[in-house]
């Protein structure tokens, strides 16, 4: 064997090393893909978005307006003071006003409502020890999930009294808290009402309302019809804005903005994508809508078939587990449009 023979097989087997090397890298990283998936604004890709919230668990919530967002499929979000509950608050225009039961927040909850923390004692928490603050949250969790199953996700500062410092530590371990919102009561109309419903969906955001009193009690309606005339509005315009209690958009809403959806692979059939976030995914679990740019037969992940529904030039694919495995698409095989 002649020295240019090893010369010859050396280079051989670096050319070959240099190769499998190249090969690995690329499958270290996600490949490049032709079809657009991007995570929906909202879910089933909604315009605007609207919770509506109600404080302090006054009774009349429970006796009037909980039978009628039933009627109309409506779900909210009811911020309960731990040792108010079974007894009676301060009203303006009566001695004293019930508050909810247990059995009642038990069958609220039931029905698909959201339990959501005031505090044990309605104390603002910038005017406690941080001691007394902790105590305070700490022991409304505690109960809350002792009488109706599952821990509060979200948060309603009493008083709407909060600092920067006091909303990170709230929402360390929550989906979210109330930090803005708009009044619903004494001093709103049908027509205010509608209209801001109107701009959310002009604007594209998402609403948050507060109310107390529905015919008694802090801030009530001068005419408590005027609010379920106003949903009957809102269910005019289910397709264009999602009503949902406060913790699931806030927890879509955080998976929007922070998780990344990569193709892991791609050919003239099918596309496999997975979703990567940085949330706990023990306590963000609400479910994505995808919005594919090609048109779709079929979608699932972890062996399960996910909703679809197929627009002019694109797919919603629904019900997506941000925590859950891959997602394979399947691509129709009738001519796509063109892409937006």
Not at 109 to 120: C, N, P, R, T
């Amino acid at each position: 064997m002649t020295m240019k023979y090893y010369v010859a097989i050396f280079f051989l087997m670096l050319s070959s090393m240099a190769h499998a090397l190249k090969e690995r890298k690329a499958s270290d990283h996600p490949k490049t893909s032709s079809t657009n998936v991007l995570i929906a604004t909202f879910d089933s890709d909604r315009k605007a978005a609207i919770s509506y919230t109600f404080d302090d668990g006054l009774q009349d919530q429970y006796t009037l307006a909980y039978p009628e967002m039933r009627k109309r499929g409506i779900r909210a979000t009811f911020a309960i003071i731990g040792s108010k509950v079974g007894g009676s608050m301060k009203a303006t225009n009566c001695p004293r006003v019930p508050v909810m039961t247990w059995d009642q927040l038990r069958q609220l909850h039931a029905d698909g409502f959201e339990i959501a923390s005031h505090g044990w004692a309605h104390r603002a928490l910038p005017k406690q020890s941080e001691e007394g603050m902790r105590y305070d949250v700490a022991t409304n969790d505690s109960v809350i999930e002792h009488e109706i199953g599952q821990r509060p996700l979200t948060y309603v500062y009493p008083g709407n009294a909060k600092t920067d410092s006091i909303v990170a530590w709230i929402e360390s371990t929550r989906v979210g808290s109330r930090t803005k919102q708009i009044s619903f009561g004494g001093g709103k109309d049908l027509r205010k009402m509608n209209t801001y419903v109107d701009d959310l969906i002009n604007k594209g955001s998402w609403g948050v309302t507060m109310t107390h009193g529905i015919a008694v009690g802090y801030d009530h309606f001068n005419d408590p019809t005027q609010l379920y005339r106003h949903w009957d509005y809102v269910v005019t315009k289910k397709d264009l804005i999602w009503v949902a209690p406060f913790g699931e958009v806030a927890a879509y809403v955080k998976e929007r903005d922070s998780t990344k959806v990569i193709t892991i692979s791609e050919d003239d059939r099918y596309i496999e994508l997975r979703l990567e976030s940085p949330l706990n995914p023990s306590l963000f679990r609400q479910p994505l809508t995808l919005l594919a740019d090609v048109i779709a037969d079929e979608a699932w992940q972890d062996g399960k078939p996910l909703e679809i529904v197929q627009r002019n030039d694109h797919t919603l694919i629904k019900e997506v587990n941000p925590a859950g495995g891959s997602v394979t698409i399947r691509k129709s095989r009738v001519a796509l449009a063109p892409k937006r």
